[in-house]
Each structure stands twice: as C-alpha cells, then as structure tokens.
C-alpha cells in the first residue's frame, strides 16, 4: 500500500488546547495510482494522479479516532436544555445549559433553540413542568435540571479561588410527562478569579453530563427501533 492520510482535531477552551485527537496512518490508503501529467509552474512543480483510494478504511479509521461526527441518534428527536441554578439567579445555569446542549450537538442530537425567558424560574423542575415546556417548544425531550457552585474550602494555592458545580438533570418526554432518564453530575475547577472559576465548573459538569446522557439517550432510543417487512404474493407460511 502507498501513500499517507494525516488529519487533525483539536478543540480550544479559553485559548488553551485542552483535548488534541491526531490521525495519522503510515501504511496509507491509497491501493494503487497511475501518473497522468506533470508540469512546472515557476517554482511549483505539478502532478496529476487517479488514484485508487481505500474510502471504507479510511472512514472506519476516522470514526474510531472521533474525527468525524457520529450519525444521528435513532428518531432524532428534537431536545431542549434548560438549566436554573440554585442560589445565583441563572448565572451558573446558562453555562451548565450550554454546556449540556454543546456535548450533544457534537453527537448530532438536534438541539431547540431555546428561549430560556419562556420557563418560569419560580416553580421547582418537574416532569409536568418539562411536559408544558416540550409542547411549548415543539420538543421531544427536555432536559430540565438544577446546578449548585459553591467555593471550595481551602484554595489549591496562594491567589487561585477553586469551585465545585453539581448538577442534576431529568429527562423528559413531554407526550406522556415521562421522566426517561435522569443523571447527576459534579466537577471543579481552579482560576486567579473567583467568578470564573465556578463558571468554569458549571461548565465542566454540563459537559460531562451531556455526554455520559447523550450515550444513554442513544443507546434507549436505538433499542425501541422496530422494523416491519411487508411481504406481498404469498398465500401463507407454507408458501414462504
């Protein structure tokens, strides 16, 4: 086999590469090729091949290594996030929210735009709330949930302020007020500033309970898949 594919993923959080996915395959994907012209161009020299390129290898490899995204799941549903924070009015939810619906966009859920003035901030998260809300917003799962971010006692060190989030979340389909699943979640983080610490461990734990969700919402949906197969012009079994 010849030739060499060699494709890069990195994803940016605050200007700092904090996950760097690298594909880079030495016996190639290329089962053969046939040179069809070379020319100069000033100081630029130009060849044009047909290759006969390994597609099927190349796109398992690509999955395996997470550089492309994965296909939709089963249905795909329609989902809106709404997340409120206990004790800071939304400032904390808004960032475990977008969190949450970021880590299932990257797994092709179809994510509503939501308008997070439409849920009242007055009454606890409930199923019956998530009902109205999803029959609002045309959505077939909503994910309502509660975030807590307090200081951590004792700071890692001198002039850093450390803080914990811990976030809840139910997960509803609003045709039957049915709670599907439900999952909670924590993380932390550590920053010179106070306010973006515990942005950041808002943060870091909507991104993990979205993804550990979106692979159960996934894996539930794919199991109530059902097929039907129609077959016409037979009298009977026997036939068959």
């Known amino acids: 086999m010849l030739g060499v594919y060699i494709s890069a993923k990195t994803r940016v959080h605050d200007a700092v590469a904090v996950n760097d996915k690298i594909l880079a395959n030495v016996e190639g994907y290329v089962r053969k090729y046939e040179i069809l012209g070379e020319k100069e161009e000033g100081a630029v020299h130009k060849t044009r091949i047909r290759a006969l390129v390994l597609y099927r290898k190349l796109g398992d490899d690509l999955k395996a290594a997470g550089l492309v995204p994965p296909p ?6 329609r ?10 009015g939304e400032k904390w939810g808004n960032d475990s ?7 299932l966009l990257e797994r092709n859920f179809s994510v509503v735009d939501l308008n997070d003035s439409a849920v009242d901030s007055g009454p606890a998260r409930s199923s019956s709330t998530a009902a109205s809300l999803g029959l609002k917003l045309g959505a077939d799962l909503v994910l309502l949930g509660d975030v807590q971010v307090h200081p951590l ?15 809840h979340v139910l997960a509803v389909k609003p045709a039957m007020g049915q709670v599907v699943a439900e999952k909670t979640q924590e993380a932390s983080a550590i920053d010179p500033a106070a306010d973006i610490a515990a942005s950041k461990s808002a943060d870091a734990a909507g991104q993990l309970l979205g993804e550990a969700l979106a692979a159960d919402l996934a894996a539930g949906l794919k199991s109530r898949v059902g097929v039907a197969v129609k077959v016409a012009g037979l009298g009977g079994l026997a036939d068959l």
């Open 153 to 167: 006692e004792g700071a890692p060190m001198e002039g850093f302020h450390s803080y914990r989030a811990r976030l």
């Open 79 to 88: 989902v809106a996030v709404f997340v409120r924070d206990q004790g800071n």
């Open 72 to 77: 939709p799941p089963p249905g795909n549903p």
């Open 97 to 103: 929210s977008a969190a949450v619906r970021r880590a």
